[in-house]
Every structure is written in C-alpha cells, then in structure tokens.
T-cell receptor, first 112, second 111 residues
Framework: SQTIHQWPATLVQPVGSPLSLECTVE??????LYWYRQAAGRGLQLLFY??????ISSEVPQNLSASRPQDRQFILSSKKLLLSDSGFYLC???????????FGPGTRLLVL | GQQLNQSPQSMFIQEGEDVSMNCTSS?????WLWYKQEPGEGPVLLIA?????ELTSNGRLTAQFGITRKDSFLNISASIPSDVGIYFC???????????FGAGTTVTVRA
C-alpha cells in the first residue's frame, strides 16, 4: 500500500532563516505531487505541483520554491522566511491520470 | 484555488442527529471528493465520486455527485462524537491535475 511521509512534524524558525520541508511517497511510481498551505482555520491553498522529476508548476507568487530531485521526493524551500509563511504545510500525491489526492500528516511551521 | 462554495461554514449538532453539507460551483467538475481533517492532521479521503448522479456510501457517510455536475452533498447519519472535524469538498475539472477546494465545514458534536 502507498504511504506518504512529511518531516519535520513541527518547526519553529526565526524570520529570515532558510526552510526545507521534505515529503516522500512509498509504494507507487511516478506520482503527481502537491504542496498546499493551510492557514489557521482556513482552507487549502495550492502552492506547487509536479507531474515528474524536475517538473514544477507554481500556483502563487511567493518566496517559497519547490523541487523534485527524485521520483517520490518533493521538497519545499525558502531562502528567507517571512512571518506570513507560518502555517500548516501539507504534501499530497495522486496516481498519474487519476484525480484522487492523498495527503500527508502535515508540517506545522511557526515563523517568529 | 478555491472556487467551490461550501455550506454551512460550521455546525453544532446533537449526538445521534443526521448532518448534511453541500458544495456548489459555477463550473462543471468531473470528480467530486470529500475529505475530513482532524486537528493537527492531514485531510483523509472519505468518499470519491466520478459520475454525475452517483450516490456512494461509506459507513454512515453518503455523498452524491449532482446531476448538473456543479454540486455535491455529504450526509452523516446518526452522528457520534468522533465525527468532530472539518469536512472539505474538492472538485476536479477534466484534464486538470489540480483540485479546487471548498472552505470547509466545521462540525462539533454535543454529547
């Protein structure tokens, strides 16, 4: 069966520091991968998605970036965090050609 | 982005009551999905709908894909305390990798 992992689970970072969040998927090949951000008490905002290694589509302009160095690895990064980057970051995957997305456990980021 | 109108925004329900929530859109979707999110966790898929008019159940949950393909509803029968959480609808258009999400319905159950 397929599983999706995210780490760290919780992160507290100072403003201006770099960020690296990792997401990995097991049990499937060539998944579509997605990064979402969820502000407290709000819905899900799609940040990036990837349909293959090295292929990244950005949905919203921001100081975050994403990379997909391996088939089942998706990384969310920032060179300098802003206070507004605080939130709950969710990674999701879907099988290529199928719509259903499955979410990871999330990373809670607090920028101080 | 969020193109779906989900209602109600929140609800307090008595244990044992039936609950209904819905999502509407001005666009046609080929797939409707319903997720539940508990505090501090990622959303978990409850029901997936792929065909207009489709009615699907998962235990006490029932969801329907509207005939117009612009709406969907989720019913929870005989609610219990563990039904607490935020329920999200999501829709996908033909040929699009992305999902559009509703803003969520927060369900709180009174024992």
């Amino acid at each position: 069966s397929q599983t999706i992992h995210q780490w760290p689970a919780t992160l507290v970072q100072p403003v201006g520091s770099p960020l690296s969040l990792e997401c990995t998927v097991e049990g499937t090949s060539n998944p579509n991968l997605y990064w979402y951000r969820q502000a407290a008490g709000r819905g899900l905002q799609l940040l990036f998605y990837s349909v293959g290694i090295g292929q990244i589509s950005s949905e919203v302009p921001q100081n975050l970036s994403a990379s997909r160095p391996q088939d089942r690895q998706f990384i969310l990064s920032s060179k300098k965090l802003l206070l507004s980057d605080s939130g709950f970051y969710l990674c999701a995957w879907s099988a290529g050609g199928l719509e259903t997305q499955y979410f990871g456990p999330g990373t809670r980021l607090l920028v101080l | 982005g969020q193109q779906l109108n989900q209602s109600p925004q929140s609800m307090f329900i008595q244990e044992g009551e039936d609950v209904s929530m819905n999502c509407t859109s001005s666009s046609i979707f080929n797939t409707w999905l319903w997720y539940k999110q508990e505090p501090g966790e990622g959303p978990v898929l409850l029901i997936a709908l792929y065909k207009a008019g489709e009615l699907t159940s998962n235990g006490r949950l029932t969801a329907q894909f509207g005939i117009t393909r612009k709406d969907s509803f989720l019913n929870i029968s005989a609610s219990i305390p563990s039904d607490v959480g935020i329920y999200f609808c999501a829709g996908q258009k033909s040929g699009d990798y992305k999902l559009s999400f509703g803003a969520g319905t927060t369900v709180t159950v009174r024992a």
